[in-house]
């Protein structure tokens, strides 16, 4: 019998439908993926069976727990199923704790809400803790949330969420807002806590290389529906539905990148060191500073297209600004064609020739202009241009826009459309780089594909160079000729990409190598189809 | 959490001595010299000198500023120009009615908005919440000299339940607290107002935040979520707004006390400014200041008490 | 939507047209004492009744209305003329001495309560609408500048501040640009409420003579006549403050309806 089952659930929010005749079956022991892009339903799926829907949500269907159907409970009841027999692990590991209290009261409070002793609430969230991996030496239950990191965070809530050994974990995309190889372990963790208790998992996810190896079964979602549910070894195999089939194309696309063609020397980043003041513990102490960059030199050829990788915190975001401009270096320096880039001074034609393309498609724009006038921003650079109107016009149509998209709002447009309007504002003035900040890492798969070959394209016919900034290797290796690693502050690895992948000479890269998910080799006979 | 008060304090003491030397300055530019005017217009020429020269007057700025905020330090305000008596002693006297006043009103404002703010937050967007929140929208339109004269109207006037003004001492504390009890009242109600309004919208932001759904998700009810993991979060911006009215109802002390004769520091100042005793002007801003700044220092400290995170940042 | 903005722009706008309309016309003179006339309760010819003088109540309440209004208004100029500035400067320099300098200086006019500004410069300059104007512009200086810094720093740490930084744009030149005229919605509502805070500070200022003077009617001046008459005539204490209260619940409703029609993300920047 299946400790889980989800009958015909449908789920409207304000009269909008969410969920759509949602069926799903997991028994104790199992885990379960739920996959899809943003929007599809799967996160609703989640919170409809915690009862946690919000407010204005109408619930038709039946969502049983052990045989105890979950709609027709009353709040107070409910109240008694979650945390005893569900738990749930977020997205968020920094924003899901109360900032305020203890890690161990929070743990221990699960089990002081179901009537156990102070005193033996405490041991034992002290012992949920360390099973999860915190050493108390270390990280001890009195420790408050922002002493710990996104990782160590990650393990207090999933320490809540099984501290009273409920039967059902949910865990809503656990894992997406960290590293590569945080998100590996974590992910361990999770498989194997509920290995240990035989806890039923229910994995929302949108990455398919995630469920691979780790989950029992795979149910695909979209648009409120499921579309295809299975073992996961068949649904990979089989695919038997369109939507599948295009998720998993867009997951492992490559774009068409053309033969390397680079020119001469373009971009020269000269041992470049950076330090950040830390807090002082009193206003006489000592000044200290934190390394963020130490003696960093990379160059990047005209034409050419560099990935940088590595983990959150190694300095990626520091060498962009210096690279940008944007801040000086403390020591060393960066030159574009021979010229000092330099954060004090105005040099419009070196601002020209290079460009930024960042991560977040809805803070890029000011909200109050029109497209036309937020892509022509960069013109400025280029003193009086007459014809600002037909570059404009030209830009958007080279990222696969409409010249007439340049009179509405932003508001008009949708997070990969939003993407294709920052690149053509990053084009407009033609230049020689463009460095693209985790550009894609905000996109679903499909409209990730999308941009990646929009780069691609860019790349062959103008022969653009990029430096294109990633935390995730496999779109790295699609994209680029090279790749350097960093890690604390240091580049430790900057060689060609194949080169990289097949023989990675230093730890740090072997270790993101080894964490990165990968969806199982492809079958031979698919590489034929269209 | 020492080093962070350690340097909260030394702010506070920066602080003081800049706010000391602005009021000095400003008495220092104001018209008028009082020697003179203690002494009448016909006054001769030696005797004014005579008397500058006793006020201290004749001295140089510098030196008079040193000897003012020595003075401050070791409680010693100088001798009013009108009442030949020492200011001290006459702060004194007076801050035994102000202060007790505005304390009295913060109390009953907090104990009033908490309740209000808490009640309304949970009731979000449903009747109770309308109701609260129009009463609340009220009571900040009322002006709280105006209030204090309805009160006098209704319960001094028409009732006859207190008194309509002044203050019989502390020899008796229960008459006391009685003839303080309509000043606190109208002093506290708008401030309750604007504070049941803050910790309703902070309530009300904190209930969106990630960790109130991981706190129903370990199984706590609505209300409990509130109130274990809401009330603490909400402070912060709370706490603000608690030590802002300090300064508030300070200043309204002095002007209700206007409204029912108390012989506060309110009627002690618009006595001196119209006597230009502006010694004693100059020792009562700086009280007010001086209350108002520890004020912020106290919250501060609450702060760090109430967040973790600001123990060790700055 | 407009369910707080229609009643909070119907009231702010009669108050108005009300000051307006005094300087044309009042249904009595408010010069003109008739001692015969006093303390005359609310009839068809003096729809609020007489005062002590047999002054026409709603003509003083008319006259009275502009000197409020005015105070207010212009200590809202003072405060977003110098507030606004700074607290852009600190933003744009944030981190850097300028802008402790700023905070500073603000945290230090914060200890002064406007009365305290207003106790002050009466010292010095004697008592008088000006005083009021400058000592509640004073106060709302640091209002202006602390929420302008703040919405200003969460605006500056946008990535589109960022594209516009690589547009060769300077900080000056981004200020204007793109940081202000995504302020000005904040601008507008803090605005509302500090003009409805002057009004009830000009009120209290008034009251205590630390205000506008005689014969300049004010609606804190004629509580503090009618005072002592509460017992005999409440409607002549009964009138200014229903006045108060209507033009500052008017121009509250109207700041938290403007904020609601603005821009319901408004919220998000003020911290």
Same mark, same amino acid.
């Given at each position: 019998?299946?400790?889980?089952?989800?009958?015909?659930?449908?789920?409207?929010?304000?009269?909008?439908?969410?969920?759509?005749?949602?069926?799903?079956?997991?028994?104790?022991?199992?885990?379960?993926?739920?996959?899809?892009?943003?929007? =599809?339903?799967?996160?609703?799926?989640?919170?409809? +069976?915690?009862?946690?829907?919000?407010?204005?949500?109408? +619930? /038709?269907?039946?969502?049983?727990?052990?045989?105890?159907?979950?709609?027709?409970?009353?709040?107070?009841?409910?109240?008694?199923?979650?945390?005893?027999?569900?738990?749930?692990?977020?997205?968020?590991?920094?924003?899901?704790?109360?900032?305020?209290?203890?890690?161990?009261?929070?743990?221990?409070?699960?089990?002081?809400?179901?009537?156990?002793?102070?005193?033996?609430?405490?041991?034992?969230?002290?012992?949920?803790?360390?099973?999860?991996?915190?050493?108390? /030496?270390?990280?001890?239950? =009195?420790?408050? $949330?922002?002493?710990?990191?996104?990782?160590?965070?990650?393990?207090?809530?999933?320490?809540?969420?099984?501290?009273?050994? $409920?039967?059902?974990?949910?865990?809503?995309?656990?894992?997406?807002?960290?590293?590569? +190889?945080?998100?590996?372990?974590?992910?361990?963790?999770?498989?194997?806590?509920?290995?240990?208790?035989?806890?039923?998992?229910?994995?929302?996810?949108?990455?398919?290389?995630?469920?691979?190896?780790?989950?029992?079964?795979?149910?695909?979602?979209?648009?409120?529906?499921?579309?295809?549910?299975?073992?996961?070894?068949?649904?990979?195999?089989?695919? #038997?539905?369109?939507?599948?089939?295009?998720?998993?194309?867009?997951?492992?696309?490559?774009?068409?990148?053309?033969?390397?063609?680079?020119?001469?020397?373009?971009?020269?980043?000269?041992?470049?060191?950076?330090?950040?003041?830390?807090?002082?513990?009193?206003?006489?102490?000592?000044?200290?500073?934190? #390394?963020?960059?130490?003696?960093?030199?990379?160059?990047?050829?005209?034409? /050419?297209?560099?990935?940088?990788?590595?983990?959150?915190?190694?300095?990626?975001?520091?060498?962009?600004?210096?690279?940008?401009?944007?801040?000086?270096?403390?020591?060393?320096?960066?030159?574009?064609?021979?010229?000092?880039?330099?954060?004090?001074?105005?040099?419009?034609?070196?601002?020209?020739?290079?460009?930024?393309?960042?991560?977040?498609?809805?803070?890029?724009?000011?909200?109050?202009?029109?497209?036309?006038?937020?892509?022509?921003?960069?013109?400025?650079?280029?003193?009086?241009?007459?014809?600002?109107?037909?570059?404009?016009?030209?830009?958007? +149509?080279?990222?696969?826009?409409?010249?007439?998209?340049?009179?509405?709002?932003?508001?008009?447009?949708?997070?990969?459309?939003?993407?294709?309007?920052?690149?053509? #504002?990053?084009?407009?003035?033609?230049?020689?780089?463009?460095?693209?900040?985790?550009?894609?890492?905000?996109?679903?798969?499909?409209?990730?594909?999308?941009?990646?070959?929009?780069?691609?394209?860019? =790349?062959?016919?103008?022969?653009?160079?990029?430096?294109?900034?990633?935390?995730?290797?496999?779109?790295?290796?699609?994209?680029?000729?090279?790749?350097?690693?960093?890690?604390?502050?240091?580049?430790?690895?900057?060689?060609?990409? /194949?080169?990289?992948?097949?023989?990675?000479?230093?730890?740090?890269?072997?270790?993101?190598?080894?964490?990165?998910?990968?969806?199982?080799?492809?079958?031979?006979?698919?590489?034929?189809?269209? | 959490?020492?080093?962070?008060?350690?340097?909260?304090?030394?702010?506070?003491?920066?602080?003081?001595?800049?706010?000391?030397?602005?009021?000095?300055?400003?008495?220092?530019?104001?018209?008028?010299?009082?020697?003179?005017?203690?002494?009448?217009?016909?006054?001769?020429?030696?005797?004014?000198?005579?008397?500058?020269?006793?006020?201290?007057?004749?001295?140089?700025?510098?030196?008079?500023? %040193?000897?003012?905020?020595?003075?401050?330090?070791?409680?010693?305000?100088?001798?009013?120009?009108?009442?030949?008596?020492?200011?001290?002693?006459?702060?004194?006297?007076?801050?035994?009615?102000?202060?007790? &006043?505005?304390?009295?009103?913060?109390?009953?404002?907090?104990? &009033?908005?908490?309740?209000?703010?808490?009640?309304?937050?949970?009731?979000?967007?449903?009747?109770?919440?309308?109701?609260?929140?129009?009463?609340?929208?009220?009571?900040?339109?009322?002006?709280?000299?105006?209030?204090?004269? %309805?009160?006098?109207?209704?319960?001094?006037?028409?009732?006859?339940?207190?008194?309509?003004?002044?203050?019989?001492?502390?020899?008796?504390?229960?008459?006391?607290?009685?003839?303080?009890?309509?000043?606190?009242?109208? %002093?506290?109600?708008?401030?309750?107002?604007?504070?049941?309004?803050?910790?309703?919208?902070?309530?009300?932001?904190?209930?969106?935040?990630?960790?109130?759904?991981?706190?129903?998700?370990?199984?706590?009810?609505?209300?409990?979520?509130?109130?274990?993991?809401?009330?603490?979060?909400?402070?912060?911006?709370?706490?603000?707004?608690?030590?802002?009215?300090?300064?508030?109802?300070?200043?309204?002390?002095?002007?209700?006390?206007?409204?029912?004769?108390?012989?506060? &520091?309110?009627?002690?100042?618009?006595?001196?400014?119209?006597?230009?005793?502006?010694?004693?002007?100059?020792?009562?801003?700086?009280?007010?200041?001086?209350?108002?700044? &520890?004020?912020?220092?106290?919250?501060?400290?609450?702060?760090?008490?109430?967040?973790?995170?600001?123990?060790?940042?700055? | 939507?407009?369910?707080?903005?229609?009643?909070?722009?119907?009231?702010?706008?009669?108050?108005?047209?009300?000051?307006?309309?005094?300087?044309?016309?009042?249904?009595?003179?408010?010069?003109?004492?008739?001692?015969?006339?006093?303390?005359?309760?609310?009839?068809?010819?003096?729809?609020?009744?007489?005062?002590?003088?047999?002054?026409?109540?709603?003509?003083?309440?008319?006259?009275?209305?502009?000197?409020?209004?005015?105070?207010?208004?212009?200590?809202?100029?003072?405060?977003?003329?110098?507030?606004?500035?700074?607290?852009?400067?600190?933003?744009?320099?944030?981190?850097?001495?300028?802008?402790?300098?700023?905070?500073?200086?603000?945290?230090?006019?914060?200890?002064?309560?406007?009365?305290?500004?207003?106790?002050?410069?009466?010292?010095?300059?004697?008592?008088?609408?000006?005083?009021?104007?400058?000592?509640?512009?004073?106060?709302?200086?640091?209002?202006?500048?602390?929420?302008?810094?703040?919405?200003?720093?969460?605006?500056?740490?946008?990535?589109?501040?960022?594209?516009?930084?690589?547009?060769?744009?300077?900080?000056?030149?981004?200020?204007?640009?793109?940081?202000?005229?995504?302020?000005?919605?904040?601008?507008?509502?803090?605005?509302?409420?500090?003009?409805?805070?002057?009004?009830?500070?000009?009120?209290?200022?008034?009251?205590?003579?630390?205000?506008?003077?005689?014969?300049?009617?004010?609606?804190?001046?004629?509580?503090?006549?009618?005072?002592?008459?509460?017992?005999?005539?409440?409607?002549?204490?009964?009138?200014?403050?229903?006045?108060?209260?209507?033009?500052?619940?008017?121009?509250?409703?109207?700041?938290?309806?403007?904020?609601?029609?603005?821009?319901?993300?408004?919220?998000?920047?003020?911290?």
């Amino acid at each position: 019998m299946s400790l889980l089952a989800i009958r015909d659930l449908s789920v409207t929010i304000g009269g909008r439908p969410v969920l759509d005749r949602v069926s799903l079956d997991l028994a104790p022991g199992e885990i379960l993926a739920l996959t899809g892009e943003s929007g =599809s339903g799967k996160s609703m799926t989640a919170l409809a +069976t915690m009862g946690l829907l919000p407010q204005g949500a109408r +619930t /038709e269907g039946a969502i049983r727990l052990d045989g105890t159907d979950l709609t027709t409970l009353p709040e107070a009841a409910l109240c008694q199923f979650r945390g005893q027999a569900m738990g749930m692990v977020f997205q968020e590991p920094m924003t899901a704790l109360n900032p305020v209290q203890r890690i161990g009261d929070q743990v221990a409070e699960v089990l002081t809400l179901r009537g156990a002793p102070r005193a033996e609430a405490r041991r034992r969230a002290a012992d949920t803790l360390a099973r999860m991996g915190l050493d108390p /030496e270390r990280v001890p239950p =009195s420790r408050f $949330p922002h002493e710990l990191s996104g990782g160590q965070r990650q393990r207090v809530g999933i320490a809540m969420a099984v501290a009273a050994r $409920p039967r059902l974990l949910v865990a809503d995309e656990p894992t997406t807002a960290l590293d590569v +190889t945080t998100q590996a372990r974590i992910l361990d963790l999770l498989v194997g806590v509920v290995r240990d208790e035989g806890m039923g998992l229910l994995l929302i996810t949108h990455d398919l290389a995630v469920v691979h190896g780790r989950a029992d079964r795979i149910a695909v979602m979209q648009t409120g529906r499921i579309v295809e549910e299975g073992p996961v070894a068949r649904v990979f195999a089989e695919r #038997r539905h369109a939507y599948t089939r295009a998720l998993f194309a867009a997951s492992r696309h490559r774009p068409a990148l053309g033969p390397a063609r680079t020119y001469g020397p373009l971009l020269d980043v000269a041992q470049v060191t950076r330090d950040y003041p830390l807090p002082r513990p009193h206003p006489f102490a000592k000044a200290r500073k934190a #390394r963020a960059l130490e003696d960093v030199s990379l160059t990047i050829r005209a034409g /050419e297209r560099v990935g940088l990788v590595g983990p959150s915190g190694c300095g990626k975001s520091t060498l962009t600004r210096a690279i940008l401009g944007l801040e000086r270096p403390d020591a060393g320096s960066v030159t574009l064609g021979g010229r000092p880039v330099r954060a004090d001074r105005r040099d419009p034609d070196l601002r020209r020739r290079m460009q930024a393309v960042f991560q977040d498609p809805y803070g890029s724009f000011d909200p109050r202009q029109p497209v036309a006038r937020l892509v022509a921003e960069p013109l400025h650079l280029l003193g009086r241009v007459p014809d600002a109107p037909d570059r404009v016009a030209r830009a958007l +149509t080279a990222v696969g826009l409409a010249p007439e998209d340049g009179a509405r709002s932003i508001h008009a447009f949708s997070g990969g459309q939003r993407q294709r309007i920052a690149i053509a #504002r990053a084009l407009v003035t033609g230049p020689d780089l463009v460095v693209f900040d985790e550009a894609v890492s905000a996109l679903d798969v499909r409209v990730r594909a999308g941009i990646l070959d929009l780069i691609a394209g860019l =790349s062959r016919e103008e022969g653009l160079a990029y430096l294109f900034i990633t935390h995730d290797l496999t779109v790295a290796r699609g994209l680029c000729d090279r790749i350097v690693v960093m890690e604390a502050g240091r580049i430790v690895e900057d060689r060609a990409t /194949e080169d990289l992948f097949a023989a990675p000479a230093h730890p740090a890269t072997e270790r993101l190598i080894a964490a990165a998910p990968t969806l199982p080799a492809q079958h031979p006979s698919e590489e034929e189809r269209p | 959490m020492l080093s962070y008060a350690l340097r909260r304090l030394v702010s506070l003491a920066l602080s003081l001595a800049v706010a000391s030397l602005v009021v000095f300055l400003v008495v220092e530019v104001a018209p008028g010299d009082p020697a003179r005017y203690m002494l009448g217009t016909g006054a001769q020429e030696d005797t004014v000198a005579a008397l500058r020269a006793e006020l201290g007057l004749d001295r140089p700025r510098v030196e008079r500023y %040193l000897a003012w905020v020595g003075g401050l330090l070791t409680g010693d305000l100088g001798t009013s120009y009108t009442y030949r008596t020492p200011v001290a002693q006459m702060v004194a006297d007076r801050l035994w009615v102000s202060l007790p &006043l505005a304390l009295f009103a913060l109390a009953l404002s907090t104990l &009033l908005a908490f309740p209000a703010g808490l009640y309304a937050a949970a009731r979000r967007g449903r009747a109770g919440d309308v109701a609260v929140m129009g009463a609340t929208q009220l009571g900040i339109a009322v002006p709280n000299f105006w209030f204090a004269m %309805l009160l006098v109207l209704l319960f001094a006037i028409n009732l006859g339940w207190f008194g309509a003004g002044g203050f019989p001492g502390w020899s008796d504390p229960l008459a006391a607290i009685k003839a303080l009890t309509l000043p606190a009242v109208a %002093l506290a109600l708008p401030q309750a107002a604007i504070l049941a309004r803050v910790l309703r919208s902070a309530l009300i932001d904190v209930l969106g935040e990630d960790f109130i759904r991981t706190a129903r998700a370990k199984g706590l009810t609505r209300f409990q979520a509130l109130w274990r993991h809401g009330v603490r979060n909400a402070l912060i911006p709370v706490l603000t707004i608690v030590g802002l009215q300090f300064s508030f109802l300070l200043a309204g002390a002095i002007i209700i006390e206007q409204v029912f004769f108390l012989p506060g &520091l309110g009627r002690l100042i618009f006595q001196a400014i119209s006597a230009r005793d502006l010694i004693v002007v100059e020792s009562v801003v700086m009280l007010l200041v001086f209350a108002v700044i &520890l004020v912020t220092f106290l919250t501060d400290l609450a702060y760090a008490w109430v967040d973790p995170r600001l123990r060790r940042r700055r | 939507m407009t369910r707080r903005l229609l009643p909070g722009a119907v009231l702010s706008a009669l108050v108005i047209l009300a000051a307006l309309v005094s300087f044309v016309w009042t249904p009595g003179d408010v010069a003109s004492v008739e001692v015969a006339q006093r303390l005359q309760p609310p009839s068809a010819a003096h729809w609020l009744g007489t005062d002590q003088l047999g002054r026409d109540i709603l003509s003083m309440l008319m006259v009275g209305a502009r000197t409020s209004i005015a105070v207010a208004l212009l200590a809202v100029g003072i405060g977003i003329g110098a507030g606004v500035p700074l607290g852009l400067a600190a933003a744009a320099l944030h981190g850097s001495w300028l802008d402790e300098v700023i905070m500073r200086g603000n945290d230090l006019i914060f200890a002064f309560p406007a009365l305290v500004i207003a106790i002050l410069i009466t010292a010095i300059a004697g008592p008088g609408a000006v005083n009021a104007i400058v000592a509640i512009g004073i106060f709302n200086v640091p209002v202006f500048a602390r929420l302008s810094r703040g919405a200003a720093l969460s605006l500056w740490s946008r990535d589109f501040v960022l594209a516009a930084r690589l547009a060769g744009k300077g900080k000056p030149r981004i200020s204007a640009e793109h940081i202000l005229p995504n302020l000005a919605n904040l601008l507008i509502v803090q605005g509302t409420i500090q003009f409805s805070l002057g009004i009830l500070a000009e009120a209290g200022l008034s009251y205590v003579g630390l205000g506008a003077q005689p014969p300049v009617p004010s609606w804190g001046r004629m509580l503090a006549e009618a005072q002592t008459l509460v017992a005999i005539a409440p409607h002549v204490a009964l009138m200014p403050g229903l006045a108060i209260v209507l033009t500052v619940l008017g121009l509250n409703l109207l700041g938290d309806g403007l904020r609601d029609a603005l821009d319901p993300r408004l919220r998000d920047l003020r911290t």
